[in-house]
């Protein structure tokens, strides 16, 4: 991440990318457009046009394809800036999962688009252990972490066992990438050893309890909460962005996007630490929805104005319009959980709604951002 928060920052014209980074960026756009409607479909609301099965499919399409994908790409994308090269091995993550996840999208869950989306998670893990090599720190770990952590969920999809019941290995994938993404950037404010360490040890208490659902399925979701409440307040006391809230203009609105994030992550340890454990029904629905959305969209808001300009290779620019999505964002994930506690089925479904525009929102102002490309609006955070 912060090879690609330089290269953000000191963007100075075009330079020579490689001829599959757009059409992965645009199979990803498609593919959360796709994540979008069958989630729609996955709360009541007719969508003709899109087959059962792959609403069945709305969370592997967008953690296990979209995610997983554009995780990759950002990856390799890193892996080139910083060896100076067109080429390298690490553009073979993104591509494997990109077809795992055209195949997903035109066949479904079939044994060849398991396969595929299970080697771009091989490729994901060993990129990211390269990286390790090359500075063997604790966010670098972290990210090996949650690299394996989606390996092992793509790999037990393609042993057979059912998606509910792996998704929070999937979720670890996204949450352990994140943060790790972040303690590399908290170095900027000079962490003190023992906040590194408290770093670890919440790492360490969400990992143990991940791996002891191989033993016990409820019981290690249900402790995940404390690493995740844990990872959650360690954030929003040390991350850079507590800062750079401070500041105008784009690293302002970045900020915003991380720490409301940091709220639903530690709201979403809570309510799966204060649930009877469950894989289906209302209270993982907002466990699911309010680290998904709350934090991981949120995230995905923030870091765009970071990777985006490295993979199309043009500066985003900024416009205060981006506040309005982010707001509707927040206000749908509230009201999502509010339909959750109350088991209303029309409030959920006006929830979802309201979700789909928002990011649609978002990318309109990522687009406009793109075409008007102003690099002086760019600052770290």
């Given at each position: 991440?912060?090879?690609?928060?330089?290269?953000?920052?000191?963007?100075?014209?075009?330079?020579?990318?490689?001829?599959?980074?757009?059409?992965?960026?645009?199979?990803?756009?498609?593919?959360?457009?796709?994540?979008?409607?069958?989630?729609?479909?996955?709360?009541?609301?007719?969508?003709?046009?899109?087959?059962?099965?792959?609403?069945?499919?709305?969370?592997?399409?967008?953690?296990?394809?979209?995610?997983?994908?554009?995780?990759?790409?950002?990856?390799?994308?890193?892996?080139?800036?910083?060896?100076?090269?067109?080429?390298?091995?690490?553009?073979?993550?993104?591509?494997?999962?990109?077809?795992?996840?055209?195949?997903?999208?035109?066949?479904?869950?079939?044994?060849?688009?398991?396969?595929?989306?299970?080697?771009?998670?091989?490729?994901?893990?060993?990129?990211?252990?390269?990286?390790?090599?090359?500075?063997?720190?604790?966010?670098?770990?972290?990210?090996?972490?949650?690299?394996?952590?989606?390996?092992?969920?793509?790999?037990?999809?393609?042993?057979?066992?059912?998606?509910?019941?792996?998704?929070?290995?999937?979720?670890?994938?996204?949450?352990?990438?994140?943060?790790?993404?972040?303690?590399?950037?908290?170095?900027?404010?000079?962490?003190?050893?023992?906040?590194?360490?408290?770093?670890?040890?919440?790492?360490?208490?969400?990992?143990?309890?991940?791996?002891?659902?191989?033993?016990?399925?409820?019981?290690?979701?249900?402790?995940?909460?404390?690493?995740?409440?844990?990872?959650?307040?360690?954030?929003?006391?040390?991350?850079?962005?507590?800062?750079?809230?401070?500041?105008?203009?784009?690293?302002?609105?970045?900020?915003?996007?991380?720490?409301?994030?940091?709220?639903?992550?530690?709201?979403?340890?809570?309510?799966?630490?204060?649930?009877e454990p469950a894989f289906a029904g209302f209270s993982y629905d907002a466990y699911l929805h309010a680290i998904l959305l709350g934090f991981v969209v949120s995230m995905v808001f923030g870091h765009a104005p970071i990777i985006f300009p490295a993979i199309v290779e043009r500066p985003v620019g900024f416009n205060a319009f981006a506040y309005v999505p982010l707001i509707l964002l927040h206000a749908s994930v509230a009201l999502r959980i509010l339909a959750d506690l109350a088991g209303d089925q029309l409030m959920r479904q006006a929830a979802g709604v309201w979700t789909g525009v928002?990011?649609?929102?978002?990318?309109?102002?990522?687009?406009?951002?793109?075409?008007?490309?102003?690099?002086?609006?760019?600052?770290?955070?």
């Amino acid at each position: 991440m912060k090879v690609l928060v330089r290269r953000a920052a000191s963007y100075a014209g075009p330079v020579k990318r490689t001829v599959l980074q757009l059409p992965l960026f645009a199979l990803i756009v498609a593919g959360m457009a796709t994540g979008i409607v069958t989630g729609l479909g996955r709360l009541g609301i007719d969508m003709p046009a899109v087959a059962l099965e792959r609403v069945l499919l709305h969370g592997p399409i967008l953690i296990a394809g979209v995610f997983a994908t554009l995780i990759a790409l950002e990856r390799a994308v890193a892996m080139k800036t910083l060896l100076g090269r067109t080429w390298t091995f690490a553009d073979a993550a993104p591509v494997l999962s990109g077809a795992g996840l055209i195949v997903l999208l035109v066949n479904g869950a079939t044994g060849n688009a398991v396969a595929l989306l299970s080697a771009g998670a091989v490729v994901l893990l060993v990129v990211n252990l390269v990286f390790l090599r090359r500075a063997p720190t604790l966010d670098v770990f972290t990210m090996v972490l949650g690299a394996a952590f989606l390996l092992l969920a793509d790999l037990a999809w393609l042993a057979g066992r059912p998606v509910p019941f792996l998704t929070p290995w999937w979720i670890a994938f996204l949450v352990l990438t994140i943060v790790g993404e972040r303690l590399e950037l908290a170095k900027l404010r000079a962490v003190r050893p023992s906040a590194r360490l408290a770093f670890g040890l919440a790492v360490g208490a969400y990992v143990a309890a991940l791996l002891l659902m191989i033993a016990d399925e409820g019981l290690g979701m249900r402790l995940s909460g404390v690493g995740m409440i844990a990872l959650a307040l360690w954030l929003l006391r040390f991350d850079i962005a507590t800062m750079t809230i401070r500041r105008d203009g784009l690293p302002r609105f970045v900020a915003a996007c991380l720490l409301a994030g940091y709220v639903w992550l530690g709201f979403g340890g809570a309510i799966v630490l204060a649930s009877e454990p469950a894989f289906a029904g209302f209270s993982y629905d907002a466990y699911l929805h309010a680290i998904l959305l709350g934090f991981v969209v949120s995230m995905v808001f923030g870091h765009a104005p970071i990777i985006f300009p490295a993979i199309v290779e043009r500066p985003v620019g900024f416009n205060a319009f981006a506040y309005v999505p982010l707001i509707l964002l927040h206000a749908s994930v509230a009201l999502r959980i509010l339909a959750d506690l109350a088991g209303d089925q029309l409030m959920r479904q006006a929830a979802g709604v309201w979700t789909g525009v928002a990011i649609v929102l978002y990318g309109v102002s990522i687009v406009y951002g793109l075409v008007r490309g102003d690099a002086r609006s760019w600052r770290t955070s």
